[in-house]
């Protein structure tokens, strides 16, 4: 591997926020969409793979995190801001995106306009059907929501248009999942197979729900591993 690159910094300037990123790298496109919570600082360790390899990376705050503005309250908010994102880029991005992120970016494929901007999706221990009760137990087990409840219950509350969405995607998807501590069950790959029979499953040993924390390499490997076909 080269090393560190250093990123260029990015902005996009929302109706109610300012989004701050950065994107390293030259190529085909990663969109990288962080986990609620996080900061795009995150993907950097992902990026040091996907960039040798000879991809771009762009990764943004999202609202309410890190260096950006607004408020995260609702997922139309971050889903538009998804959307803004892809609208900056090149035709042909692929999107990672990590619970939150993954669930955001299933909202923005909503608009036709936007999913033909999207080569792929890439679903990093997040899935559209969610189960309300263990999604709460799950974050009740991993500490306070801070600013993000209303957030969360948001997200659950648009379960069944995130379903429908999926369902009717004719994208290629992955699904990237922990091993280890994971949000998901097996149940849970299940119902995404039922409603996209064409995603690919990739488990990641030794990791929980953030997988790029845990095993950044890891993950970058199975992206390139399933994705680069996608191109």
Same mark, same amino acid.
């Given at each position: 591997?080269?090393?560190?690159?250093?990123?260029?910094?990015?902005?996009?300037?929302?109706?109610?926020?300012?989004?701050?990123?950065?994107?390293?790298?030259?190529?085909?496109?990663?969109?990288?969409?962080?986990?609620?919570?996080?900061?795009?600082?995150?993907?950097?360790?992902?990026?040091? %793979? !996907? +960039? *040798?390899?000879?991809?771009?990376?762009?990764?943004?705050?999202? #609202?309410?995190?890190? =260096? @950006?503005? &607004?408020?995260?309250?609702?997922?139309?908010?971050?889903?538009?801001?998804?959307?803004?994102?892809?609208?900056?880029?090149?035709?042909?991005?692929?999107?990672?995106?990590?619970?939150?992120?993954?669930?955001?970016?299933?909202?923005?494929?909503?608009?036709?306009?936007?999913?033909?901007?999207?080569?792929?999706? %890439? !679903? +990093? *221990?997040?899935?559209?059907?969610?189960?309300?009760?263990?999604? #709460?137990?799950?974050? =009740? @087990?991993? &500490?306070?929501?801070?600013?993000?409840?209303?957030?969360?219950?948001?997200?659950?509350?648009?379960?069944?248009?995130?379903?429908?969405?999926?369902?009717?995607?004719?994208?290629?998807?992955?699904?990237?999942?922990?091993?280890?501590?994971?949000?998901?069950?097996?149940?849970?790959?299940?119902?995404?197979?039922?409603?996209?029979?064409?995603?690919?499953?990739?488990?990641?040993?030794?990791?929980?729900?953030?997988?790029?924390?845990?095993?950044?390499?890891?993950?970058?490997?199975?992206?390139?591993?399933?994705?680069?076909?996608?191109?």
């Amino acid at each position: 591997m080269s090393g560190p690159v250093a990123p260029r910094i990015r902005r996009i300037t929302r109706p109610d926020a300012i989004l701050r990123g950065e994107e390293t790298g030259a190529g085909p496109t990663y969109l990288l969409l962080h986990a609620g919570g996080e900061r795009r600082q995150v993907w950097r360790p992902v990026s040091e %793979v !996907l +960039v *040798d390899a000879g991809y771009r990376c762009v990764a943004f705050d999202q #609202r309410g995190h890190g =260096d @950006s503005e &607004g408020s995260a309250r609702t997922l139309s908010a971050c889903a538009d801001d998804v959307a803004a994102m892809l609208r900056a880029e090149p035709p042909g991005s692929v999107v990672v995106g990590a619970s939150l992120g993954g669930l955001a970016a299933v909202a923005a494929l909503t608009d036709p306009a936007v999913r033909a901007r999207v080569t792929g999706l %890439v !679903l +990093v *221990d997040v899935v559209p059907c969610l189960d309300p009760s263990r999604v #709460r137990r799950f974050l =009740d @087990s991993v &500490g306070p929501l801070g600013g993000h409840t209303a957030l969360v219950e948001d997200i659950l509350a648009q379960v069944p248009r995130l379903r429908q969405v999926t369902a009717e995607l004719d994208l290629p998807v992955l699904l990237v999942h922990g091993d280890n501590g994971s949000s998901l069950t097996d149940e849970d790959v299940s119902q995404l197979l039922h409603l996209a029979p064409h995603t690919t499953v990739r488990p990641i040993r030794g990791a929980g729900h953030l997988i790029a924390r845990a095993q950044p390499v890891a993950l970058a490997r199975a992206v390139i591993a399933t994705t680069t076909a996608w191109r």
